[in-house]
C-alpha cells in the first residue's frame, strides 16, 4: 500500500528498514513483527503504590499479553535490537532476573534533569517484559502482573476465567464466534474516576478564577466580585470509600463477534444484587 502511496517514500523505507537489519543482523519484518500471533489480551490493575492524586495512567499497571509463533526467534531479534541500541551497556540499562524458570527484563527510566533549585521531576513510567511458551508479556510501571502472568502459566495461580461466577455471569451466553471479550471492574475503577473527574473540575475553576481576576479593572470598578479562588467546587472528603461503592458498582462486560452478515458488539453492566 505504501509502494502505491508513494513509490519514493517506499523506497526510503525499504534502504532503511535493509540498513538497520544489517547492522543487527536480523529481519526485522520475519522475526520480530513476523512471529507475533493472532491472540493478544490487554489487562490493567490499580497500583496501590501510586498516591490518590497521581494522573490516571499512573496509577495503573498495565499487561499486554501477545502470542508467539516461534519463541527463541523472537527472542533472538529483540536482544539484537536491545544491543544495537545500547551496545555493552544493555546488561545496566535492563535489569535481568530469573522468576518461576523464566527471564524478566526490567527496564526503568532514568531521572529526568531538574533546573537549578527546582525540585526534582518524577521519572517516567518502566516497563518489564517476558518470553515464555509462546507468549511474550509486556507490563507497563509495575512487573507485578508479568510475575501475575508466569504464575498462571505454571498453575500457581487460579484462572480468573474458571470461577463459577465468571462461567455462570459472564461467558455462558456468549456466542461460539466471539472474536473479542472486555470486562471491567466498576467498583474498583469507579473511585479512580471519581478522582480525575474532581481534579479536571478543580484545574477548570481555578482558571475560570484566574481569567476573571485579570479581566477586573484596574480601578475595582464596573465589574461583579470575583468567586473564591480557594473554594473548591466538590468537597472531595465525601467520596464513599471503595467498599461503599462496590455496593453500587459491579461489572461491566462487552463482546464482539462476526458472521456472514457484519460485524457486531454488545456490551452491559452488571449490578450487585443487595440484601
Known amino acids: 500500500m505504501l509502494n502505491d502511496i508513494s513509490p519514493i517514500f517506499y523506497g526510503m523505507y525499504q534502504s532503511y528498514l535493509k540498513s538497520f537489519n544489517d547492522r543487527l543482523g536480523i529481519d526485522l519484518k520475519r522475526d520480530l513483527i513476523g512471529n507475533l500471533g493472532d491472540q493478544l489480551i490487554l489487562a490493567s490493575a490499580l497500583d496501590d503504590a501510586a498516591p490518590a492524586d497521581a494522573p490516571l495512567d499512573q496509577r495503573l499497571n498495565q499487561l499486554w499479553a501477545i502470542s508467539l509463533e516461534n519463541d527463541p526467534a523472537f527472542t533472538a531479534a529483540v536482544e539484537s535490537m536491545k544491543h544495537g541500541l545500547y551496545g555493552e551497556a544493555v546488561d545496566k540499562v535492563f535489569e535481568k532476573r530469573a522468576y518461576l524458570g523464566h527471564d524478566i527484563y526490567t527496564y526503568a527510566p532514568p531521572q529526568p534533569p531538574a533546573a537549578e533549585g527546582a525540585p526534582p521531576r518524577p521519572a517516567g513510567r518502566g516497563f518489564s517484559y517476558a518470553v515464555a511458551n509462546h507468549w511474550v508479556f509486556l507490563g507497563i510501571g509495575s512487573p507485578a502482573l508479568v510475575e501475575d502472568a508466569l504464575q498462571g502459566l505454571e498453575g500457581k495461580q487460579a484462572s480468573f476465567w474458571d470461577k463459577d461466577d465468571v462461567k455462570r455471569n459472564l461467558l455462558a451466553d456468549m456466542p461460539d464466534n466471539t472474536r473479542c471479550l472486555s470486562y471491567v471492574d466498576l467498583g474498583k475503577i ?46 472531595d472528603t465525601a467520596k464513599p470509600d471503595a467498599a461503599t461503592l462496590a455496593k453500587y458498582w459491579g461489572y461491566t462486560r462487552s463482546y464482539g463477534y462476526q458472521d456472514a452478515h457484519g460485524t457486531y458488539s454488545t456490551g452491559r453492566i452488571i449490578y450487585p444484587n443487595n440484601p
Request: hydrophobic share 35%; aromatic share 4%.
Open 190 to 235: 469507579m473511585p479512580v474516576y471519581f478522582d480525575t473527574i474532581v481534579r479536571a473540575m478543580e484545574t477548570s475553576r481555578k482558571m475560570a478564577a484566574a481569567r476573571a481576576q485579570r479581566n477586573q479593572p484596574d480601578d475595582g470598578t464596573g465589574q461583579s466580585e470575583p468567586a473564591d479562588s480557594d473554594k473548591p467546587l466538590v468537597d
